[in-house]
């Protein structure tokens, strides 16, 4: 139930591990701020890095990198609405479905500014969007890796805004 007013600044959040869902962060119906942090090297079944369930976070300069997962290997997000600007997103995975370095499912997501890059996954190596509403901008995904489809994106069921972007690789 915390508030924006909640706020992780300037940490380096590593090598955390849990079973189920956030290895390094998880928020359950809570909507922080989180910035300037490094979110590196941790893992889960579910948001390797970060998981939000029915969450409404803001994310701003960080670096989610090294993160591994089933579904969502940087960042996952499950009925949720999450804000995400001027973060590098990479070298995330994601082995078993969609998301290496972001997932968004039943979720609305924005993401501004932002590298997604050299991330992996089964489908959407950058981003898999599943019934999800987002909105990329200005933002650059390069050198991610789909063992089926959308080494940059993969939407299902979603038809993400994609404005003024560099993708590549």
Do not use: W
């Not at 050299?118 to 200005?138: E, H, M």
């Amino acid at each position: 139930g915390e508030g924006s007013d909640s706020v992780l600044a300037r940490l380096t959040i590593t090598r955390g591990h849990d079973k189920y869902s956030g290895g390094g962060i998880l928020c359950e119906n809570s909507s922080p701020t989180i910035s300037n942090c490094k979110i590196t090297r941790n893992s889960s079944d579910f948001g390797g890095g970060i998981c939000f369930i029915e969450a409404s976070p803001t994310i701003s300069d960080c670096e989610i990198t090294e993160n591994s997962s089933l579904d969502g290997g940087g960042i996952a997000f499950t009925y949720s609405s999450g804000t995400i600007a001027g973060c590098i997103i990479s070298n995330n995975i994601a082995s078993q479905s969609g998301g290496g370095g972001l997932l968004g499912s039943n979720s609305t997501v924005i993401i501004s500014d932002c590298t997604v890059e050299d991330n992996s996954g089964r489908v959407g190596g950058g981003f898999y969007c599943q019934y999800c509403s987002s909105t990329i901008v200005s933002s650059v995904l390069r050198g991610n890796y789909a063992e089926f489809a959308g080494g940059a994106i993969s939407a299902y069921g979603a038809a993400p805004t994609v404005r003024e972007c560099d993708i590549s690789g």
